[in-house]
């Protein structure tokens, strides 16, 4: 049974995932256009020893403009920004993005709560949170600060998430989470990029 959910006016989307992350990402973004008209930030938690390689293996597979995100960029329409090993990622008040290596969250740096907390501060309402598989809890408080800042938030089904621990702490965390599939999950994206 499908969901069907429905979603205001977004600006921006992010994305946190860990364990499984390349399968559901390699799943969920390839589809988008290549003129999607909302930028996309992800953090998966990889080891500091391989830089570049999934913003590059993915930039390979994608329509859409795939690269790793670096300080004091603007937050550019259109655009997937992977966090650097070892770097937590956060967005600025004026749509740009801040690099940081301080303290890890969660065990994790990157850490996707510092992603999702930073981001609900500025786009709010307007912001789409999205939580892939994984194996720890990172994610579930910077989910429940998307939701309380009147955003949305959705988690890729624990049964179809290669490690449900992820998706499992976000939709306890943030009570307005909804589980979907990853199918609906890459529809419901492709739809945000289709013109009216």
Request: aromatic letters at 4%; proline letters at 9%.
């Amino acid at each position: 049974m499908r969901t069907v959910i429905s979603i205001g006016h977004i600006e921006a989307v992010v994305i946190g995932t860990s364990a499984g992350a390349i399968a559901s990402l390699s799943h969920l973004l390839p589809p988008l256009p290549q003129d999607f008209p909302l930028a996309i930030l992800v953090v998966v938690h990889v080891p500091s020893d391989q830089p570049h390689s999934i913003s590059s293996l993915l930039q390979t597979k994608c329509r859409i403009n795939v690269k790793e995100a670096e300080d004091k960029e603007p937050i550019l329409p259109g655009t997937v920004y992977f966090a650097p090993p070892d770097y937590h990622v956060l967005v600025e008040q004026d749509r740009r993005l801040s690099l940081s290596n301080e303290e890890p969250v969660n065990f994790s740096r990157p850490s996707i709560d510092v992603l999702f907390e930073s981001a609900a501060d500025v786009y709010q309402e307007h912001l789409l949170a999205v939580i892939l598989t994984g194996a720890n809890h990172d994610g579930a408080q910077g989910a429940r600060a998307v939701g309380r800042a009147g955003g949305t938030v959705l988690v890729q089904h624990p049964d179809s998430a290669t490690a449900r621990m992820m998706p499992n702490a976000a939709l306890a965390a943030c009570p307005t989470a909804e589980p979907m599939s990853l199918s609906d999950l890459t529809d419901l994206l492709v739809s945000r990029g289709q013109r009216p």
